[in-house]
């Protein structure tokens, strides 16, 4: 008589949740590989950065995330950014990111002024005495010679991040109320709510 066998059935594995932070960036190189430096697999966390086309406006990259988030729901402990500089951008397109960003307590705005390059060299000193773009770029590049619009992770420590964090909030004091009118980065209010969840 043949003997029954049982059938096995493996339960579904339960992967915890990772909280989401998803970015839309108007920078296509840099910023999406500067955010990917947060994501491991061994983290509590996923970025999830929404790449454009290069030299978006600041409409073009909310577009991008309104699109992204009406195909995909946020969960309710996910967060929602806009990665923008302030460039030559009106203040007018910046108040629609920062409109935006107020709508729901998971969305936030990460811009610096006058571009990205600010926030990295943050990462290194205090910043202080920049005029122009130009000297921001030249001034990155004493600390990161072959700096071209790539991150090495080399440079970027988890060490840095914290000294970035703490020379842009030191800067931004008292906090300003929508983004950065001078000199400045509140991309250290995103780095540190990631580094949080980290």
């Given at each position: 008589?043949?003997?029954?066998?049982?059938?096995?059935?493996?339960?579904?594995?339960?992967?915890?949740?990772?909280?989401?932070?998803?970015?839309?960036t108007e920078g296509t190189k840099t910023e999406p590989q500067y955010f990917a430096l947060f994501n491991n697999r061994h983290s509590v966390i996923r970025v999830d950065c929404v790449k454009g086309k290069p030299h978006s406006s600041p409409p073009q990259v909310l577009k991008r995330m309104k699109d992204r988030l009406d195909r995909e729901?946020?969960?309710?402990?996910?967060?929602?950014?806009?990665?923008?500089?302030?460039?030559?951008?009106?203040?007018?397109?910046?108040?629609?990111?920062?409109?935006?960003?107020?709508?729901?307590?998971?969305?936030?705005?990460?811009?610096?002024?006058?571009?990205?390059?600010?926030?990295?060299?943050?990462?290194?000193?205090?910043?202080?005495?920049?005029?122009?773009?130009?000297?921001?770029?030249?001034?990155?590049?004493?600390?990161?010679?072959?700096?071209?619009?790539?991150?090495?992770?080399?440079?970027?420590?988890?060490?840095?991040?914290?000294?970035?964090?703490?020379?842009?909030?030191?800067?931004?004091?008292?906090?300003?109320?929508?983004?950065?009118?001078?000199?400045?980065?509140?991309?250290?209010?995103?780095?540190?709510?990631?580094?949080?969840?980290?």
């Amino acid at each position: 008589m043949p003997s029954k066998r049982r059938k096995f059935i493996r339960p579904p594995g339960r992967r915890p949740y990772r909280k989401r932070f998803v970015i839309a960036t108007e920078g296509t190189k840099t910023e999406p590989q500067y955010f990917a430096l947060f994501n491991n697999r061994h983290s509590v966390i996923r970025v999830d950065c929404v790449k454009g086309k290069p030299h978006s406006s600041p409409p073009q990259v909310l577009k991008r995330m309104k699109d992204r988030l009406d195909r995909e729901d946020l969960w309710a402990s996910d967060e929602a950014w806009l990665g923008v500089d302030k460039d030559q951008w009106r203040d007018g397109q910046i108040a629609q990111l920062h409109a935006w960003s107020q709508g729901a307590n998971n969305y936030g705005l990460a811009l610096s002024n006058p571009n990205f390059e600010y926030w990295l060299l943050l990462h290194f000193e205090n910043g202080r005495g920049i005029g122009s773009p130009r000297e921001c770029s030249d001034r990155l590049k004493r600390h990161w010679p072959n700096y071209d619009k790539g991150i090495d992770a080399q440079k970027i420590t988890p060490d840095r991040i914290e000294d970035a964090i703490d020379l842009a909030k030191a800067r931004d004091n008292p906090p300003c109320v929508d983004w950065p009118r001078a000199f400045g980065s509140t991309v250290y209010k995103l780095a540190e709510k990631i580094l949080r969840f980290q």
